[in-house]
Nanobody, 124 residues
């Protein structure tokens, strides 16, 4: 059974950086699209960034383009999300998602497996 475990969240000031990690265990292959979502209090969960199984293609929400970078290390069964130039609006719970398929662009990308989330708080 696939399990995803996120880490790396925390509290930073506006303009700061964080690196989130998501380790997959229990799966037989990392040949799947992966992604990061976030949910702020009172708001719906939204896709932030996704990456194709070959890591050759990525997708970003407009609000994070140029500031966030998604990457993956299949040898470590790990997906990363580098968050730079953080803004207060980036605060929320960040979730790692894994798809059973190869589509990496939302909404074709969908999370079939989810982590428990890691909290990011950005304060001014």
């Amino acid at each position: 059974q696939v399990q995803l475990v996120e880490s790396g969240g925390g509290s930073v000031q506006v303009g700061g950086s964080l690196r989130l990690s998501c380790v997959e265990t229990g799966g037989t292959s990392m040949s799947r699209a992966m992604g990061w979502y976030r949910q702020a209090p009172g708001k719906e969960r939204e896709a932030v960034a996704t990456i194709s199984w070959s890591a050759g293609n990525t997708w970003y929400a407009d609000s994070v383009k140029g500031r966030f970078t998604i990457s993956r290390d299949d040898a470590k069964n790990t997906v990363y999300l580098q968050l730079n130039s953080l803004e207060a609006e980036d605060s929320g719970d960040y979730y790692c998602a894994a798809s059973k398929g190869l589509n990496y662009v939302p909404p074709l990308f969908r999370g079939d497996y989810w982590g428990q989330g890691t909290q990011v708080t950005v304060s001014s």
